[in-house]
């Protein structure tokens, strides 16, 4: 069977105990249990992981916009891979020298009024770590953070409204993910076929977003990224 | 549970059920038909997800999988709900949606006209 998130993953590790699982959009599957390299992993599972870079865009944001001192993001202590990203994030801030705050967020519900506890805090600017559950209710950081004059910035490229992006794709991580399931379907065995890591990163300046926001992208940034989205 | 968030995955809850109880036993092992058959389960819709779910179809259909022609799928979104999705697991083992019997050869070349 194939499973897209970590959360599907771990619960098909539960249940499934030797029938194949590729899976696809899982950020770092050693942490669930699936294995412990890229090579060394559970016989019955294969898949494509999909880190998305954290730091890396926490070091375009502080790029972009050097006045903010202080970066923020809701986070669900939930989700598996939580700790994962906190830690590269406050680690990032450590290096950049700013501060980082994370509000808990457990319901898409949450996601508003956690952008607001942000702002309250003295966040400048959002760097919303990667979510399963508030990615599915990401309109509402792009709206909430708008309206309340902070700067977002997103490790992932596939949300609409976001100034500013760099990540890694979704769609290629899946293409990979099925590449994987067809050999499992022509026969070979997920014990032998290696975890596939994506890499290829891709920068997204979205400039109606950024105009909306109250934004000014740097030339520089807007030279390098591999999509400007709207009329300069 | 809140009940705006029963009533959102309620739908999906009892329809794994019932696929369950109904198709359990009964059909068998549905990848061991003529066709490979994957189930396929994801936890909520999203921008990233959805994207995932697109390539992997995409590589899929690239190599002449292609749904209800050459490849048979039974998909499954627990609607970010934990509990429905632990119900879809539950029934991709109970219907043998987690196997397929391996076809080197499959998909058939096209016959040449």
């Given at each position: 069977m194939a499973t897209v998130s970590s959360v599907a993953t771990q619960a098909a590790l539960r249940v499934i105990n030797s029938q194949p699982i590729v899976f696809a959009a899982v950020a770092n599957p050693y942490i669930i249990g699936a294995g412990a390299s890229a090579t060394e992993h559970k016989p019955h599972i294969t898949g494509a992981n999909i880190p998305l870079p954290v730091d890396s865009a926490f070091a375009l944001a502080r790029e972009a916009f050097p006045a903010i001192a202080t970066w923020g993001s809701l986070y669900d202590p939930a989700d598996p891979f939580a700790e994962f990203y906190l830690e590269m994030a406050r680690d990032m801030a450590r290096h950049l020298g700013v501060e980082f705050i994370a509000v808990a967020c457990t319901a898409?519900?949450?996601?508003?009024?956690?952008?607001?506890?942000?702002?309250?805090?003295?966040?400048?600017?959002?760097?919303?770590?990667p979510s399963v559950m508030i990615g599915s209710g990401f309109a509402a950081v792009v709206k909430t953070a708008r309206q309340i004059g902070l700067a977002l910035v997103s490790p992932n490229t596939d949300y609409s409204g976001v100034p500013l992006a760099l990540g890694l794709s979704f769609y290629n991580n899946g293409y990979d993910a099925g590449l994987l399931m067809i050999r499992v379907i022509r026969g070979e065995k997920p014990a032998d076929l290696p975890f596939q890591t994506a890499s290829k990163r891709r920068m997204v300046v979205d400039l109606d977003a950024a105009r909306a926001f109250g934004l000014t992208i740097p030339a520089a940034i807007i030279a390098r990224a591999d999509s400007v989205i709207g009329a300069r | 549970?809140?009940?705006?968030?029963?009533?959102?995955?309620?739908?999906?809850?009892?329809?794994?059920?019932?696929?369950?109880?109904?198709?359990?036993?009964?059909?068998?092992?549905?990848?061991?038909?003529?066709?490979?058959?994957?189930?396929?389960?994801?936890?909520?819709?999203?921008?990233?997800?959805?994207?995932?779910?697109?390539?992997?179809?995409?590589?899929?259909?690239?190599?002449?999988?292609?749904?209800?022609?050459?490849?048979?799928?039974?998909?499954?979104?627990?609607?970010?709900?934990?509990?429905?999705?632990?119900?879809?697991?539950?029934?991709?083992?109970?219907?043998?949606?987690?196997?397929?019997?391996?076809?080197?050869?499959w998909p058939p070349k096209p016959r040449s006209a």
């Open positions: 898409p519900g949450d996601i508003a009024p956690g952008i607001q506890a942000l702002k309250a805090k003295g966040v400048g600017g959002i760097l919303q770590l | 549970m809140s009940r705006e968030r029963l009533a959102r995955t309620l739908p999906c809850r009892l329809a794994v059920v019932l696929a369950t109880l109904l198709l359990g036993g009964a059909c068998g092992r549905l990848g061991g038909g003529d066709r490979p058959a994957i189930g396929f389960a994801q936890i909520t819709s999203s921008a990233a997800l959805d994207q995932a779910r697109a390539g992997f179809f995409q590589a899929l259909s690239d190599s002449g999988y292609n749904r209800d022609s050459t490849l048979r799928v039974l998909e499954r979104n627990a609607q970010g709900d934990i509990a429905t999705l632990m119900l879809i697991m539950n029934e991709f083992k109970q219907r043998g949606w987690t196997t397929w019997r391996p076809c080197p050869r």
